[in-house]
């Protein structure tokens, strides 16, 4: 029925979104940090904040949300890797709170190491947060 058309659309949109986000990660921490790297953000902010602002967030279906998603390398094992994640996913969401989104809007999540960027660009290239748009939980 119509609710299949509609949710078609919405995963659509989605897919389209979290494709777009791709170009937008935020790297440049330090092995074990968790705090959002400043100057990173503050080249990220020129197009990532209002991409997210103005273009995502009032685009993304109501069953939805933006996710922060921390990223870390292999170094010290999984749940390390998984802790270290967290805390970077969270500090971003905070960052970009306090920057002007609207918090209800995004969650977190950790990959912990299971996202691993690429094998030639090292350990650093883990150490980042990217975003997804999934369901929210």
């Known amino acids: 029925g119509s609710a299949e058309v509609k949710s078609l659309g919405e ?4 897919k389209q979104l979290n494709k777009q986000l791709e170009a937008y990660d935020v ?5 074990d940090q968790t705090a959002v790297p400043e100057t990173e953000y503050k080249k990220w902010a020129e197009t990532g904040l209002p991409f997210i602002m103005k273009t995502v967030l009032p685009a ?3 069953r ?3 996710h922060v998603v921390g990223n870390a390398d292999s170094a010290g094992g999984p749940a390390k890797a998984s802790a270290i994640a967290k805390g970077r996913a969270d500090a971003f969401k905070a960052r970009l709170v306090k920057d002007g989104v609207d918090g209800s809007k995004l969650g977190v999540k950790s990959a912990g190491d299971a996202k691993f960027a690429s094998k030639s660009s090292g350990r650093t290239a883990n150490r980042r947060v990217d975003f997804e748009v999934i369901i929210a939980q």
């Open 11 to 14: 995963e659509e949109i989605v």
């Open 27 to 31: 790297s440049g921490y330090a092995g």
């Open 60 to 62: 993304v279906p109501a």
């Open 64 to 66: 939805y949300k933006l």
